[in-house]
């Protein structure tokens, strides 16, 4: 089969298409032929050799995420038989024209989308959605501030947040962005400059807010500190900003707050096959009934990988950028 291979840890250039052996399914495994596969931040990580794969998933195939068809199913699979359009997350070997990952962490695509379009789901919503609702407990009526509400995680928080009256305020450091992200039913969109926290106490009567989505990290903690409502939670999704913050432990306990990170990859298969039902009752309807809808900047043909990463890089993406395999 063909896969994208990274010769060795380095810049966009050291992706190329390769053939690869295909991958048999194992037992309780699924043999998926990839329509499209998503870009992630992470993948740009493990290529400059700074995000090593968790065990069992390959080093040099990138890729997080697929969307596909089933193409043949391991011992005691019964929740898909071949021909079955699946999405899903995987620790690693996204980037190829076959994927084998366990059948419980797949979900079925939504039925009214594109197949190569579904590859801009399983990432960003499972993530939105898990560290949101599942471990926040983020409810109707609550306020949700999302950094960087134009990636592909944020356009995915901001919609799940929309679908479940929740207010949303989202940043970014690029206005355009908030724009378009006003059009998916943003709140209120405020730029990622000095003075944001002063804005953000405004436009919440000087009650804060009670979720915070964190996707950008160091630079922006005291500010969070600042905007967190009484029990409000933090939670840390991804750091491009920076790794490291001074926390003022006085006033997270003022406001007894809290402050959690999270990361989906290096979770057990359980773990990801548990977040793979709750997504299934709880967000797959919203694609149907057309509440939810992937964010989609560009699909890239799969053998331009490394325009994709550097697209990615040049930080002028809204939503996800795609692979497809045609
Ligand atoms: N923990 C997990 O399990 C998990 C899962 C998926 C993703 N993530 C993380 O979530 C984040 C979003 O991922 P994505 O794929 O949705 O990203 P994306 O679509 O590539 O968007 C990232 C955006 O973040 C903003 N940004 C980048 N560097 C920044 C900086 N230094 N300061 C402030 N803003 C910055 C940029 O937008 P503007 O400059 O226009 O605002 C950029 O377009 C990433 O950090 C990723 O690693 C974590």
Redesign the pocket.
Known sequence: MRAIVMREPGDADVLEMQEVERPAPGDGDLLVRVASS?????DL?QREGRYPAPAGYSEQVLG?EYAGTVEAVGHGVDRFAVGDAVMGITGGGGYAEFVVESASTAVAAPANLDLVQVGAVP??FM?AF??AFVQEGLLKDETLLV??????????ALQLGSRAGVTVIG????PA?LERAAELGLTHGVV?EPGWPELIMKLTGGRGVDVILD???G??LAGNQRVLAQRGRHI???????LKAEIDLRALMGRRGSIR?????ARPVEEKAALARAFETQVLPGFDDGALQPVI?TVFPAAKASNAHRY?ES???????LLEWG
């Open positions: 998503g870009v992630n931040r992470a990580l997080l990432e960003v993530t898990d560290a950094h960087a509400v134009g990636s592909g995680v944020g356009t995915a940043t970014s450091r690029t962005k990622a996707l950008v990290g630079p922006y840390v999704v991804g750091v491009p900003g920076g990170g999270t990361v989906l990859r900047d990615m930080n002028r993406n809204f939503g996800k950028i």
